[in-house]
């Protein structure tokens, strides 16, 4: 059973930070490149940022490149994501999940989500 707890997010000024958490299960964070997603009101989910099993890969969305930066916890399952210099538009909610890095969506192998950690940047 696939196990995805995200945490951290919060209320943030503009310009502000938030480093965000996820909890995965064992056997998704052993075996696929993992990464954020997020999705805000009234549009679709989106990629956000991945990081390959090693870690030694990342990749970002033009958006949030230089912003953002992705790291993952081998010894303890999880991944994070710091964000810095925050905007209103990153408004939305986070999920984190395996990604397909051959195409940025989640991976083909799984279909469901964690409830996601909500974070708002106001102007």
């Known amino acids: 059973q696939v196990q995805l707890v995200e945490s951290g997010g919060g209320l943030v000024q503009a310009g502000g930070s938030l480093r965000l958490s996820c909890a995965a299960s064992?056997?998704?964070?052993?075996?696929?490149?993992m990464g954020w997603f997020r999705q805000a009101p009234g549009k679709e989910r989106e990629f956000v940022a991945a990081?390959?099993?090693?870690?030694?890969?990342?990749f970002y969305a033009h958006s949030v490149k230089g912003r953002f930066t992705i790291s993952r916890d081998n010894a303890k399952n999880m991944v994070y994501l710091q964000m810095n210099s925050l905007k209103p538009e990153d408004t939305a909610v986070y999920y984190c999940?395996?990604?397909?890095?051959?195409?940025?969506?989640?991976?083909?192998?799984?279909?469901?989500w964690g409830q996601g950690t909500q974070v708002t940047v106001s102007s």
């Open positions: 999940n395996a990604v397909n890095l051959g195409t940025y969506n989640l991976h083909d192998d799984f279909n469901s």
């Open positions: 990081i390959t099993w090693s870690g030694s890969n990342t």
């Open positions: 064992e056997h998704m964070f052993n075996n696929y490149a």
